[in-house]
């Protein structure tokens, strides 16, 4: 009887399984089995006028508000998620790729890949400050805020571009291994910065913020390392690979490699949901991975809940995610908003 | 209890199946979760099951008809919307339609010249069509008796190469100076009308798809000879990619569809494998080593070399129907490796390019 029980819960195990993944639909109404969606689609905000590429998303203290860079616009667009609506388009921009509010100084801080620049906005009035220039060839990507130190982060070309938000000048440079810098995140409890480098074997540089001491931690072959989040209190970082797409657990202790899991492919963007446990890897080929961390080494797929095809970036909130979908010939670009069920 | 255990175990093998099969047709990976890194270590140098990711598109919505070839230059993708008469450039960066050339009537072959910066535009009309490339102003037109069709461009001489001519008489690879726009005395009459062709640029060879004669022509452009391979049982020969490296040519078959491999050095036919039906466009993957045919059925064909004289289809990616032609340019700004893929408007929905994310 014991054996029955056995291969008869074995059985359920690949039902539920197979049940996962025998459509997309379906893996959001039934992953796990008889549990909602880790991930439940409330609204979809749309912004007409957007057109082209979408990039990155800012942090903000009000998870209401939604600011993404429109790359493919020119432009930033301010949205508020409970009024459902567009409030506010940032025009004039160069292929802005990261954008950055800091609270304190109440400003708006947008990357501009096209002239390799960043420009500074009144968040309250939405006037141009100022214009900060890193170099034509930088390619300002993403960007970051420092709370303690007050200081706001550039990823360029070569390393970690550091910009003073009060005076707006730029004051200093981390150096990285060569190549473009793409998603990092900054240590609060340490010094030590954590960027993706694809183009340098596909390295994470570990850069540390008050010596410039770098260090390079390998990925065991995977490449086209883009997205990245950070677990803090579980000494872990989490790095998105697109060849082959796959979430990989580094322990930032030593920078071995704890966990790797297939995900969707062509991730922008990665988040650590710290209450709920689970990684959030949004990717181009069309849904979300969601993973759960059983414990700091171990991790399962539990859901792939569909977007579109091209939904590559987007920002977490502690109970909201939010993604920007392209416009297509029918339907305007749009800001998919969704929940996170308890 | 044992045929009750066995029967439990039937059920298990059967859903098993199911949900790897289920798995795959919903393009999902195959390898399931896996948590641990030894486990997905395999996993990472399992061969890749979808060499094609779809993972992006740029609408064209103003774009009506048939679309054909495609050129890049300068992070954009220039695509000759034939039935719509016009030329569309696709900022390949920001995901989007940047300019659109009008006044073309028929747009077939597009070539960039980066020398000149230059783009070069053949309408099936007859005429070739050179715009400034920063404005797209038009500088200037040359006469093509019969249409100008494919255009290739060869960086080392400076040279437009174009495809033209519709019969036995004015069938020809005719050459145009990029630099000073003037029509060469360089030319090569074949007999009929050529289609796909492809340069050396490791020696002194064009290969030419003629499917009226059903041959191939091979012009040494040194000694102006032109040797002829006669095609035995395949008909219709429209696209073609060439692997200099290993001495082969790559030829789209539409009657019957194959893909049709040969060896350079001889000649010979080396192998032939079902492929896409009604294929317009085929290119080779020189760092996977693959070919990518996409055919107007509603399909790309993903074939991998094993060694030149052994392929084995990889896989069969469903697109859209009469989405025939594509574009590849190997790797990009950011190593990103990407195909694109033109999807003509359809039934209520806009025309769009494709973009699939190439996978190790």
Same mark, same amino acid.
């Given at each position: 009887?014991?054996?029955?029980?056995?291969?008869?819960?074995? +059985?359920?195990?690949?039902?539920?399984?197979?049940?996962?993944?025998?459509?997309?639909?379906?893996?959001?109404?039934?992953?796990? !089995?008889?549990?909602?969606?880790?991930?439940?689609?409330?609204?979809?905000?749309?912004?007409?006028?957007?057109?082209?590429?979408?990039?990155?998303?800012?942090?903000?203290?009000?998870?209401?508000?939604?600011?993404?860079?429109?790359?493919?616009?020119?432009?930033?667009?301010?949205?508020?998620?409970?009024?459902?609506?567009?409030?506010?388009?940032?025009?004039?921009?160069?292929?802005?790729?990261?954008?950055?509010?800091?609270?304190?100084?109440?400003?708006?801080?947008?990357?501009?890949?096209?002239?390799?620049?960043?420009?500074?906005?009144?968040?309250?009035?939405?006037?141009?400050?100022?214009?900060?220039?890193?170099?034509?060839?930088?390619? +300002?990507?993403?960007?970051?805020?420092?709370?303690?130190?007050?200081?706001?982060?550039?990823?360029?070309?070569?390393?970690?571009?550091?910009?003073?938000?009060? +005076?707006?000048?730029?004051?200093?440079?981390?150096?990285?291994?060569?190549?473009?810098?793409?998603?990092?995140?900054?240590?609060?409890?340490?010094?030590?910065?954590?960027?993706?480098?694809?183009?340098?074997?596909?390295?994470?540089?570990?850069?540390?913020?008050?010596?410039?001491?770098? +260090?390079?931690?390998?990925?065991?072959?995977?490449?086209?390392?883009?997205?990245?989040?950070?677990?803090?209190?579980?000494?872990?970082?989490?790095?998105?690979?697109?060849?082959?797409?796959?979430?990989?657990? !580094?322990?930032?202790?030593?920078?071995?490699?704890?966990?790797?899991?297939?995900?969707?492919?062509?991730?922008?963007?990665?988040?650590?949901?710290?209450?709920?446990?689970?990684?959030?890897?949004?990717?181009?080929?069309?849904?979300?991975?969601?993973?759960?961390?059983?414990?700091?080494?171990?991790?399962?797929?539990?859901?792939?809940?569909?977007?579109?095809?091209?939904?590559?970036?987007?920002?977490?909130?502690?109970?909201?995610?939010?993604?920007?979908?392209?416009?297509?010939?029918?339907?305007?670009?749009?800001?998919?908003?969704?929940?996170?069920?308890? | 209890?044992?045929?009750?255990?066995?029967?439990?175990?039937?059920?298990?093998?059967?859903?098993?199946?199911?949900?790897?099969?289920?798995?795959?047709?919903?393009?999902?990976?195959?390898?399931?979760?896996?948590?641990?890194?030894?486990?997905?270590?395999?996993?990472?140098?399992?061969?890749?099951?979808?060499?094609?990711?779809?993972?992006?598109?740029?609408?064209?919505?103003?774009?009506?008809?048939?679309?054909?070839?495609?050129?890049?230059?300068?992070?954009?993708?220039?695509?000759?919307?034939?039935?719509?008469?016009?030329?569309?450039?696709?900022?390949?960066?920001?995901?989007?339609?940047?300019?659109?050339?009008?006044?073309?009537?028929?747009?077939?072959?597009?070539?960039?010249?980066?020398?000149?910066?230059?783009?070069?535009?053949?309408?099936?009309?007859?005429?070739?069509?050179?715009?400034?490339?920063?404005?797209?102003?038009?500088?200037?037109?040359?006469?093509?008796?019969?249409?100008?069709?494919?255009?290739?461009?060869?960086?080392?001489?400076?040279?437009?190469?174009?495809?033209?001519?519709?019969?036995?008489?004015?069938?020809?690879?005719?050459?145009?100076?990029?630099?000073?726009?003037?029509?060469?005395?360089?030319?090569?009459?074949?007999?009929?009308?050529?289609?796909?062709?492809?340069?050396?640029?490791?020696?002194?060879?064009?290969?030419?798809?003629?499917?009226?004669?059903?041959?191939?022509?091979?012009?040494?452009?040194?000694?102006?000879?032109?040797?002829?391979?006669?095609?035995?049982?395949?008909?219709?020969?429209?696209?073609?990619?060439?692997?200099?490296?290993?001495?082969?040519?790559?030829?789209?078959?539409?009657?019957?569809?194959?893909?049709?491999?040969?060896?350079?050095?001889?000649?010979?036919?080396?192998?032939?494998?079902?492929?896409?039906?009604?294929?317009?466009?085929?290119?080779?993957?020189?760092?996977?080593?693959?070919?990518?045919?996409?055919?107007?059925?509603?399909?790309?064909?993903?074939?991998?070399?094993?060694?030149?004289?052994?392929?084995?289809?990889?896989?069969?990616?469903?697109?859209?129907?009469?989405?025939?032609?594509?574009?590849?340019?190997?790797?990009?700004?950011?190593?990103?490796?990407?195909?694109?893929?033109?999807?003509?408007?359809?039934?209520?929905?806009?025309?769009?390019?494709?973009?699939?994310?190439?996978?190790?």
């Amino acid at each position: 009887m014991k054996k029955f029980i056995a291969v008869g819960s074995c +059985t359920l195990a690949t039902l539920s399984l197979f049940m996962m993944r025998s459509s997309k639909k379906e893996v959001s109404a039934h992953a796990p !089995l008889g549990a909602p969606a880790p991930l439940q689609l409330i609204q979809r905000i749309p912004m007409p006028g957007v057109y082209g590429r979408i990039d990155h998303f800012s942090p903000h203290p009000n998870s209401d508000i939604v600011i993404f860079a429109a790359l493919g616009n020119d432009s930033v667009e301010i949205v508020n998620a409970f009024k459902g609506k567009l409030v506010r388009s940032l025009k004039g921009l160069d292929e802005p790729q990261g954008v950055l509010y800091v609270p304190g100084f109440d400003k708006i801080f947008a990357a501009n890949a096209g002239n390799g620049t960043v420009k500074v906005f009144d968040a309250k009035t939405y006037a141009p400050r100022k214009t900060i220039s890193l170099g034509e060839k930088s390619d +300002t990507d993403n960007l970051r805020y420092d709370e303690a130190s007050k200081r706001v982060f550039v990823g360029i070309v070569g390393g970690i571009a550091i910009i003073d938000p009060a +005076t707006e000048a730029h004051v200093g440079n981390l150096k990285g291994s060569g190549g473009h810098s793409e998603s990092f995140q900054l240590e609060k409890k340490g010094s030590r910065l954590f960027v993706n480098v694809p183009e340098d074997g596909n390295v994470v540089n570990v850069i540390d913020r008050k010596t410039g001491e770098l +260090t390079k931690w390998e990925l065991n072959g995977a490449k086209g390392n883009f997205a990245m989040a950070l677990s803090e209190n579980d000494h872990r970082l989490f790095v998105a690979t697109r060849r082959p797409p796959l979430l990989i657990v !580094l322990d930032t202790d030593d920078g071995r490699e704890v966990a790797r899991v297939p995900v969707v492919g062509e991730c922008d963007d990665v988040y650590f949901d710290a209450k709920r446990r689970r990684v959030y890897s949004i990717g181009a080929e069309g849904f979300i991975s969601v993973l759960q961390q059983n414990d700091p080494n171990h991790y399962s797929l539990i859901a792939n809940v569909p977007t579109a095809v091209g939904v590559r970036t987007g920002i977490f909130f502690e109970d909201d995610l939010y993604v920007g979908v392209p416009a297509t010939g029918l339907e305007p670009a749009q800001i998919w908003n969704y929940g996170v069920p308890e | 209890m044992k045929r009750f255990l066995a029967a439990v175990l039937g059920v298990f093998v059967i859903v098993s199946s199911a949900s790897l099969a289920a798995a795959q047709q919903s393009g999902e990976k195959t390898s399931l979760a896996k948590s641990g890194a030894k486990e997905g270590k395999e996993s990472a140098t399992t061969p890749a099951q979808r060499p094609l990711v779809l993972s992006g598109s740029v609408p064209m919505d103003d774009v009506k008809g048939r679309i054909d070839h495609f050129a890049s230059g300068k992070g954009q993708v220039f695509i000759s919307a034939l039935g719509n008469n016009t030329v569309e450039v696709i900022n390949l960066f920001g995901g989007i339609v940047e300019h659109t050339i009008t006044g073309v009537p028929n747009p077939q072959g597009v070539a960039f010249s980066p020398d000149a910066n230059k783009l070069f535009v053949a309408s099936a009309q007859g005429k070739l069509y050179i715009y400034d490339g920063d404005s797209f102003d038009l500088i200037t037109t040359l006469d093509f008796d019969g249409g100008a069709d494919n255009l290739r461009y060869d960086a080392a001489t400076k040279r437009v190469y174009v495809g033209c001519g519709d019969d036995e008489k004015n069938g020809a690879i005719a050459a145009v100076d990029a630099m000073t726009n003037q029509r060469l005395d360089e030319e090569y009459k074949i007999g009929g009308e050529p289609e796909s062709f492809q340069l050396e640029s490791s020696g002194p060879n064009i290969y030419v798809n003629i499917p009226d004669l059903k041959q191939i022509a091979v012009i040494n452009r040194e000694t102006k000879k032109i040797t002829r391979w006669p095609l035995t049982g395949l008909r219709k020969n429209f696209p073609m990619a060439l692997d200099e490296a290993d001495h082969r040519l790559f030829v789209g078959i539409r009657e019957p569809a194959r893909l049709a491999v040969f060896d350079t050095t001889s000649g010979h036919l080396i192998a032939t494998l079902p492929s896409a039906e009604d294929t317009d466009d085929l290119y080779y993957d020189t760092e996977h080593e693959r070919i990518y045919v996409p055919g107007g059925e509603g399909v790309i064909y993903v074939f991998q070399m094993h060694d030149p004289d052994h392929y084995r289809l990889l896989a069969k990616i469903p697109t859209v129907l009469g989405a025939r032609t594509a574009g590849y340019f190997g790797r990009q700004k950011k190593g990103t490796h990407r195909f694109f893929l033109a999807v003509p408007a359809r039934g209520g929905q806009s025309a769009e390019m494709r973009i699939y994310t190439i996978q190790e």
